[in-house]
């Protein structure tokens, strides 16, 4: 039996909807995990391709990776592990295919830390922040910032994908190119492989439980460093 925890305060949703609105100054519109040379090469053309390759980034990459960290690194802050959440923190930062991929998780994760420590202060997630200057990814300070402020595992983990996948919908909207409206035929398409990479996710009780094998968008990323014109910085 699978338990479901909602958000029944309006408060508590609006918080979690604004962390993770395109409009949370984190920089995540300029990454296009690897997409930008998926598309150079021809692997990505049209939406049902953007829509397959945005699911095998969830199902199998560094969406499965990320959100399996971000429920441990829920689950430790909620505990008030510190060793534990500093652990989790650690194999996050190091568990990159690239350098462009590790830019892609850790750039969005300091800037994650100083937009939520300003706008919406906790002290405990802001004494985890300081041990860890530049080596915070995206999904482990959502999952801390969540479990500190009282936010639901799931809804955070759902919520975390979601924009996961969005962003990387609305990078293909542009490259491809593809129409608004395609961008969220797109998008609708992608909400089972959102809760499946849920559920898989909160199923994951330790880091040794973890592993992925989207091994051509690693490629395909380090392939993007040396690519001639680009628009995005993964």
């Avoid at 995540?28 to 699911?55: C, I, P, Q, W």
């Avoid at 989790?88 to 994760?109: H, I, S």
Wanted: glycine fraction near 6%; proline fraction near 3%.
């Amino acid at each position: 039996m699978t338990t479901t925890t909602t958000i029944t305060d309006g408060a508590a949703l609006a918080r979690l909807l604004a962390w993770l609105s395109p409009a949370y100054p984190v920089g995540a519109f300029s990454y296009s995990h690897a997409l930008e040379m998926a598309v150079e090469e021809g692997a990505v053309t049209k939406r049902d391709a953007l829509v397959d390759y945005v699911r095998a980034a969830l199902l199998h990459g560094a969406g499965a990776v990320d959100a399996a960290l971000l429920a441990l690194a829920w689950r430790a802050a909620d505990a008030g592990d510190d060793a534990a959440l500093d652990a989790v923190t650690d194999l996050a930062a190091a568990w990159r295919g690239t350098a462009e991929l590790a830019l892609e998780a850790t750039q969005p994760g300091a800037a994650f830390a100083q937009v939520t420590n300003a706008a919406w202060p906790e002290a405990r997630f802001a004494a985890y922040a300081a041990r860890h200057p530049g080596r915070l990814t995206h999904a482990v300070a959502v999952g801390a910032a969540a479990a500190f402020h009282s936010l639901p595992l799931r809804a955070a983990c759902l919520g975390w994908l979601t924009a996961f996948a969005a962003n990387i919908v609305s990078a293909g909207v542009r490259l491809v190119p593809l129409g608004q409206t395609d961008g969220q035929i797109a998008t609708a398409a992608l909400v089972p492989a959102v809760e499946a990479a849920t559920d898989a996710a909160l199923a994951v009780t330790d880091a040794d439980e973890i592993g992925a094998a989207a091994i051509a968008i690693d490629l395909f990323s380090m392939r993007h460093e040396t690519q001639y014109t680009r628009l995005f910085r993964s």
